[in-house]
T-cell receptor, first 107, second 114 residues
Framework: KNEVEQSPQNLTAQEGEFITINCSYS?????LHWLQQHPGGGIVSLFM???GKKKHGRLIATINIQEKHSSLHITASHPRDSAVYIC?????????FGTGTSLTVIP | NAGVTQTPKFQVLKTGQSMTLQCAQD?????MSWYRQDPGMGLRLIHY???????DQGEVPNGYNVSRSTTEDFPLRLLSAAPSQTSVYFC?????????????FGAGSRLTVL
């Protein structure tokens, strides 16, 4: 049973394209996180959402609590955006993670 | 601030050996947690702590022990390593366990059990 499902699993885009990564979850949550994992393995937090929409530079994250769905958008994608993007939800004291979306942006 | 520091970065063990993965944070975070990351699977919670002296099990606790004697440190112990524990381990912390707080991750520890 997967509490968090992400799509697509893999994504290849040309530089400059608009990218969307989707996350659906099945549990009640207090917050949803978008994380970025670079090939070196380090994980950094991009966004934490409990409602609405957040924007940071070229990245936009939205969440629809009623539909239990979140999207991460990257505008004007760049090769340095190539990474694995992970959706995680917090329920109680526990976190559940999606399997990640591997993004490759080609120059 | 060093953030979350994990050691060692790499370790090779033989089946049955014991070891401790160290995790330390200098941000006065209440919440600390350990995860394992396996190919094709999302990060899975092993154990977590909401403060010094308080620990609880996550999704995959078997074969692992933790303790939290100080706010800063949260070591993960493997008492008798098994090949199924070959994985990449991440420690993460956040300011408080309640509400919505950003997770800060360590750099990861790659463990191989032969």
């Amino acid at each position: 049973k997967n509490e968090v499902e992400q799509s697509p699993q893999n994504l290849t885009a040309q530089e400059g394209e608009f990218i969307t990564i989707n996350c659906s979850y099945s549990v009640g949550i207090s917050a949803l996180h978008w994380l970025q994992q670079h090939p070196g393995g380090g994980i950094v937090s991009l966004f934490m959402l409990s409602s609405g929409k957040k924007k940071h530079g070229r990245l936009i994250a939205t969440i629809n609590i009623q539909e239990k769905h979140s999207s991460l958008h990257i505008t004007a994608s760049h090769p340095r955006d190539s990474a694995v993007y992970i959706c995680a939800v917090k329920t109680g004291n526990q976190f559940y993670f999606g399997t990640g979306t591997s993004l490759t942006v080609i120059p | 601030n060093a953030g979350v520091t994990q050691t060692p970065k790499f370790q090779v063990l033989k089946t049955g050996q014991s070891m401790t993965l160290q995790c330390a944070q200098d941000m006065n975070h209440e919440y600390m947690s350990w995860y394992r990351q396996d190919p094709g699977m999302g990060l899975r919670l092993i154990h977590y702590s909401v403060g010094a002296g308080i620990t609880d099990q996550g999704e995959v606790p078997n074969g692992y022990n933790v303790s939290r004697s100080t706010t800063e440190d949260f070591p993960l112990r493997l008492l008798s390593a098994a090949p199924s524990q070959t994985s990449v381990y991440f420690c993460a912390s956040s300011y408080s366990w309640g509400g919505a707080n950003v997770l800060t991750f360590g750099a990861g520890s790659r463990l191989t059990v032969l």
